[in-house]
T-cell receptor, first 112, second 110 residues
C-alpha cells in the first residue's frame, strides 16, 4: 500500500530535549516536505526536499533541521524544542513539486 | 509572494443543504490549485485538483470546484452535504511551492 508514515504519532517532551520525528514514503517520490498545522493558521511549510541531499527552507524553518540521506526518508529534527513548537506536524511527498501531495498521519507534539 | 484566502472560517449546515466554500489566490500566472479535506483526527486527503483544461473540476464524494481566472478564485461546491462531510477543508495553490489557506471548518448536522 502506497503511504507516508510518521513516527511517533504523539509525543510529549520538555524544553531543550532534542527529538526527531521520522517520515518515510514507499512511493519513490522525489519531493518531500514538512508542515506544521496550527489553529487559525492552516498548514505552513517548514522544510522541503527536491531530492536526496537537496533540502531548502520553507516559510517557518526556525528551530528545525532536516536531512535527506535516502530518497524514502525525511526526518525532522528539533535540536532544542521550545513550547512554541507545540503543534501538529505533517510530512508529505509527491513525485514532483507540482503534483498532488500525499500526507502522513500526523505527529502531535507537545513541548512543556 | 503568492497567498491564499479562505473567507469562511466556520460553516454550519444541515444535511442536504448546498455548500460553497470560497478560495482566492493573490496573483495569476500558471498555478496549480487543490482542495484537500481533513476529517476529524485524520491526515489531509486530496478532494480535487486543477492544472489546466476544463475549469469545472469534479472530485471525489460529489465535490466540484470552479476555476475562475479573472477572479483568481477556486471555490468548492457540493449540491447536497451529508453528515459525513463534517471536516476541515483547505484550499492550496502551487506556485513554486504549495501554499495552504487557513482552512474552513464545516459542521453538518443531521
Amino acid at each position: 500500500e502506497a503511504q507516508v508514515t510518521q513516527n511517533p504519532r504523539y509525543l510529549i517532551t520538555v524544553t531543550g530535549k532534542k527529538l526527531t520525528v521520522t517520515c518515510s514514503q514507499n512511493m519513490n517520490h522525489e519531493y518531500m516536505s514538512w508542515y506544521r498545522q496550527d489553529p487559525g493558521l492552516g498548514l505552513r511549510q517548514i522544510y522541503y526536499s527536491m531530492n536526496v541531499e537537496v533540502t531548502d527552507k520553507g516559510d517557518v524553518p526556525e528551530g528545525y533541521k532536516v536531512s535527506r540521506k535516502e530518497k524514502r526518508n525525511f526526518p525532522l529534527i528539533l535540536e532544542s524544542p521550545s513550547p512554541n513548537q507545540t503543534s501538529l506536524y505533517f510530512c508529505a511527498s509527491s513525485r514532483l513539486p507540482r503534483n498532488e501531495q500525499f500526507f502522513g498521519p500526523g505527529t502531535r507534539l507537545t513541548v512543556l | 509572494a503568492q497567498s491564499v484566502s479562505q473567507h469562511n472560517h466556520h460553516v454550519i449546515l444541515s444535511e442536504a443543504a448546498s455548500l460553497e466554500l470560497g478560495c482566492n489566490y493573490s496573483y495569476g500566472g500558471t498555478v496549480n490549485l487543490f482542495w484537500y479535506v481533513q476529517y476529524p483526527g485524520q491526515h489531509l486527503q486530496l478532494l480535487l485538483k486543477y492544472f489546466s483544461g476544463d475549469p469545472l473540476v469534479k472530485g471525489i464524494k460529489g465535490f466540484e470546484a470552479e476555476f475562475i481566472k479573472s477572479k483568481f478564485s477556486f471555490n468548492l461546491r457540493k449540491p447536497s452535504v451529508q453528515w459525513s462531510d463534517t471536516a476541515e477543508y483547505f484550499c492550496a495553490v502551487r506556485d513554486d511551492k504549495l501554499i495552504f489557506g487557513t482552512g474552513t471548518r464545516l459542521q453538518v448536522f443531521p
